[in-house]
């Protein structure tokens, strides 16, 4: 079968996996999507079909003629060490099943507290519930990978924002905000250096790593644009919408009081440490092997602002 034939399958159609649907479809590729539902909103051509991740049947239905399967499927925020495990585990079975490659689109949780600016090969120290949920998982692959399991690859990025991101740091609390002039909402200290990539460049980098066969068996943290704060990239979202910047900054006192009563802001308490000093991502080692191709940061908080006008727009019309 050519190259041009194969089919890449992307299991999951939020955000990420939408992104990385429309990057193969740009590089010719022939795709189907996977959810639990089977609909969701797509470009002319791709399949949409039912599966189950967490059902060995359902998933390798779904999955079925797969040369490449994309993990881009995601878990309820507060439900990550009962129901993600058990996604990957039904992924990992479809593409054995398929010998298909796995290319998993991971974050970098699992790394914990650190200063020094993150590398692939620093240890899974996350004590947090959901770090320690991303090590497993990705421990999961690897070793299956080692064992002639699955051949499998993972890419790992940062905070993402971009066009459909609407649940993120950098999300509807943001672009929406200052699209209708309001304060943005954010944690911790907005003025240290935060890696922040662009949902495109995130998938751009995860195709990449499903065509190359040396990226096999390894993670890779994929490249984003230069090393921003927080109050910049907020600054210049306002500015794309023609407003003053204003921000939101919760106490970190509020967050734990709020935790206390609220599932999500128990979660959110976590991960608090990802904004409260650096977090520098070291793409290097995929620099030094695949080039880095991104968006600057000024063409992307535009791109998603102009996105975020549209689906205004769209919402208003109904």
């Not at 003025?191 to 499903?210: E, K, N, Q, S, W």
Request: with cysteine; aromatic share 8%; net charge neutral.
């Amino acid at each position: 079968m050519s190259k041009s034939h194969e089919l890449h399958v992307v299991v999951g159609t939020g955000p990420l996996g939408l992104a990385v649907m429309e990057e193969l479809l740009h590089r010719g590729h022939v795709v189907r999507m996977v959810n639990r539902s089977g609909q969701a909103t797509v470009l002319d051509g791709v399949q949409v079909v039912k599966g189950d991740a967490t059902n060995a049947v359902s998933i390798s239905q779904a999955c079925r003629g797969a040369s490449v399967i994309y993990h881009c499927a995601k878990a309820p925020y507060t439900e990550w060490p009962e129901k993600f495990p058990p996604i990957m585990e039904g992924i990992i079975g479809a593409a054995a099943a398929e010998q298909a490659k796995l290319v998993y689109g991971d974050n970098l949780y699992m790394y914990g507290v650190k200063r020094e600016p993150l590398t692939e090969n620093l240890p899974n120290a996350a004590t947090g519930r959901k770090g320690r949920t991303r090590a497993q998982m990705s421990d999961r692959l690897m070793a299956a990978h080692r064992e002639g399991v699955v051949r499998a690859v993972i890419g790992r990025g940062s905070d993402f924002y971009g066009p459909g991101v609407l649940d993120s740091a950098l999300g509807e609390r943001v672009f929406r905000a200052a699209l209708e002039g309001k304060p943005a909402e954010v944690l911790g200290d907005i003025d240290t250096p935060h890696t922040y990539i662009y949902i495109r460049d995130f998938a751009r980098g995860l195709v990449t790593l499903g065509e190359r066969e040396e990226a096999l068996g390894q993670i890779w943290h994929v490249p984003s644009a230069e090393v921003i704060t927080t109050r910049e990239l907020i600054t210049m979202a306002y500015k794309s919408a023609d407003q003053q910047p204003k921000f939101r900054v919760a106490p970190k006192a509020f967050v734990s009081m709020m935790s206390l009563f609220n599932a999500n802001m128990r979660e959110l308490k976590e991960m608090l440490y990802l904004y409260e000093h650096p977090f520098v991502v070291d793409s290097s080692k995929y620099e030094r092997a695949f080039g880095k191709l991104t968006t600057p940061h000024h063409q992307a908080v535009l791109e998603t602002m102009n996105w975020f006008k549209l689906t205004n727009v769209v919402a208003g019309a109904r």
